[in-house]
C-alpha cells in the first residue's frame, strides 16, 4: 500500500477546474518536498509542480504556469493542486511524490523523489 493517496481526480470541460490532494497516510509531510507529476497515455511522465517543505519554495512546468497553482497544509498533512482553465492535453494520471528534504528550491525530476501514490485520473474533455 503506498504511502502518498491522491484524490480529486475527475472529467471535466475544457476551461474547469479541479482541486487534487495529496495525503500521507504513514508519516509526516511537513519535512518534505512534494510534487505533482503526470503520464499521458504514451508520453513520458512528467513533473508538473512541486512545493518545499515550509511552502516558501515552488516550481511549475511551463506548460501550467498561470493555471496551476500548489499549496500545502502541514497541520492536515496534505498538499493540493489547484488546476484552472484545464485544456484537453492537461489529460492523464497525476500522481503525488514526495522526498524528505529541507532546502529552498524543490525540482520537478523523478529522481529526486523516493516515495510515491499511485495516482488519480485527470481527463479534460467536451
Known amino acids: 500500500q503506498s504511502q502518498l493517496v491522491e484524490s480529486g481526480g475527475d472529467l471535466v470541460q475544457p476551461g474547469g477546474s479541479l482541486r487534487l490532494s495529496c495525503a500521507a497516510s504513514?508519516?509526516?509531510?511537513?519535512?518534505?518536498?512534494v510534487a505533482w507529476f503526470r503520464q499521458a497515455p504514451g508520453k513520458e511522465r512528467e513533473g508538473v509542480a512541486c512545493?518545499?517543505?515550509?511552502?516558501?519554495?515552488?516550481s511549475f512546468a511551463d506548460s501550467v504556469k498561470g493555471r496551476f497553482t500548489i499549496s500545502r497544509d502541514n497541520a492536515k498533512n496534505v498538499v493540493y493542486l489547484q488546476m484552472n482553465n484545464l485544456k484537453p492535453e492537461d489529460t492523464g494520471i497525476y500522481y503525488c511524490?514526495?522526498?524528505?528534504?529541507?532546502?529552498?528550491?524543490?525540482?520537478?525530476?523523478?529522481?529526486?523523489?523516493?516515495?510515491w501514490g499511485y495516482g488519480t485520473q485527470v481527463t479534460v474533455s467536451s
Open positions: 504513514t508519516f509526516s509531510l511537513e519535512s518534505s518536498h
Open positions: 511524490a514526495a522526498v524528505i528534504r529541507v532546502e529552498s528550491v524543490c525540482f520537478l525530476m523523478r529522481k529526486w523523489y523516493n516515495t
Open positions: 512545493i518545499t517543505e515550509n511552502g516558501v519554495g515552488t
